[in-house]
């Protein structure tokens, strides 16, 4: 663990290239060994994967970014001036850009002091920790780099009022156990006064989901695809790429959109790196990415499970994406 920072701008590194590559070491072992074969979803974001995702957000199939910066947009002046925030932190923070809205809103209302966000990537959270320090005069930046599933003890009690804001439908990536471990950490972020944004994607007709995640113009297919190409390059293995095709359907009884990887043919893969040879079947497949889907019953029970209670809700016209604003509950 490592410190460095300015009078303005703080990171605090909790996670290192080096331990990164140890991790993604294990759980590609641990994935590529299992009955059902995986990868996790967080290996899709190398700088071309990345760079994949930003034209996902972009496609006219893909509601879920302009539906959700829609709705922050529309909000964010009456969310800034009622719950006053003066620190805003962000899971999983990437960019931030549709964070701006909020952070827009709270410096007009003249409340926002200090942001904080936590990525793994040092690079992202320096080079978006910059653009802050720029676009908001005013603004510190207390920044660490880590996972937002391991690393949120971190972060230093809240001052004055805290915002935390998880955005993009990214706790829909996490399946039911996941979540159950990680929202009472994020609960754990909170005094009495402050707040918790959750964005979430609804659940909604079949066709609407299933069409974002296999757009006309196969960018998702490529961004699916591109997650053997980054094992490939950090573990050296010899996925051949056309010998896989994208598959993404929706699996109704746990209301989730499934990715995975399907041999077009017989695979031997090898992982010299983990002196690892893995086979595969015509027809098998690898699942690269949950993405659930909710309703605005199941978050309210999800956030009173975790010491947290549904405060607001706030959609679109067609239901498509949900925002929840969380409190901490009230001790009995």
């Given at each position: 663990m490592s410190t460095q920072g300015t009078e303005r701008l703080k990171i605090d590194v909790r996670i290192t290239p080096e331990d990164l590559l140890a991790t993604m070491a294990s759980d590609v072992r641990e994935g590529l060994t299992a009955p059902q074969k995986y990868l996790q979803a967080k290996y899709f974001y190398d700088d071309y994967g990345s760079e994949l995702f930003e034209q996902i957000t972009e496609l006219p199939e893909y509601y879920q970014t302009r539906?959700?910066?829609?709705?922050?947009?529309?909000?964010?002046?009456?969310?800034?001036?009622?719950?006053?925030?003066?620190?805003?932190?962000?899971?999983?923070?990437?960019?931030?850009?549709?964070?701006?809205?909020?952070?827009?809103?709270?410096?007009?209302?003249?409340?926002?002091?200090?942001?904080?966000?936590?990525?793994?990537?040092?690079?992202?959270?320096?080079?978006?920790?910059?653009?802050?320090?720029?676009?908001?005069?005013?603004?510190?930046?207390?920044?660490?780099?880590?996972?937002?599933?391991?690393?949120?003890?971190?972060?230093?009690?809240?001052?004055?009022?805290?915002?935390?804001?998880?955005?993009?439908?990214?706790?829909?990536?996490?399946?039911?156990?996941?979540?159950?471990?990680?929202l009472p950490q994020v609960r754990d972020l909170l005094q009495p006064g402050d707040h918790f944004l959750l964005g979430v994607d609804l659940v909604k007709e079949i066709a609407v989901v299933e069409a974002a995640y296999n757009d006309a113009a196969g960018v998702t297919a490529q961004f699916n695809l591109n997650v053997l190409s980054v094992v490939n390059r950090v573990l050296g293995a010899n996925f051949e790429l056309p010998a896989y095709e994208h598959v993404a359907f929706y699996n109704r009884e746990h209301d989730r959109i499934e990715m995975h990887l399907r041999a077009r043919s017989p695979q031997e893969i090898q992982l010299p790196a983990l002196d690892l040879t893995v086979h595969m079947d015509e027809g098998e497949t690898i699942w690269t990415e949950i993405s659930c889907k909710f309703t605005r019953e199941r978050v309210a029970a999800e956030l009173s499970q975790s010491g947290l209670h549904l405060v607001d809700w706030y959609t679109d016209p067609g239901c498509y994406f949900g925002l929840a604003l969380a409190a901490p509950a009230t001790p009995q």
């Open positions: 539906t959700e910066l829609a709705i922050l947009q529309g909000i964010a002046p009456d969310l800034a001036r009622r719950l006053g925030s003066h620190e805003l932190l962000e899971l999983g923070s990437g960019s931030s850009k549709k964070t701006t809205a909020l952070m827009d809103a709270l410096t007009d209302a003249r409340t926002l002091e200090r942001f904080l966000p936590i990525d793994v990537s040092e690079q992202i959270l320096r080079e978006s920790a910059q653009a802050l320090l720029d676009r908001y005069p005013g603004l510190v930046v207390d920044g660490i780099v880590g996972d937002f599933l391991r690393h949120l003890h971190a972060f230093a009690p809240s001052r004055d009022g805290r915002l935390v804001v998880f955005l993009g439908s990214t706790i829909g990536n996490l399946n039911e156990t996941e979540r159950a471990g990680f």
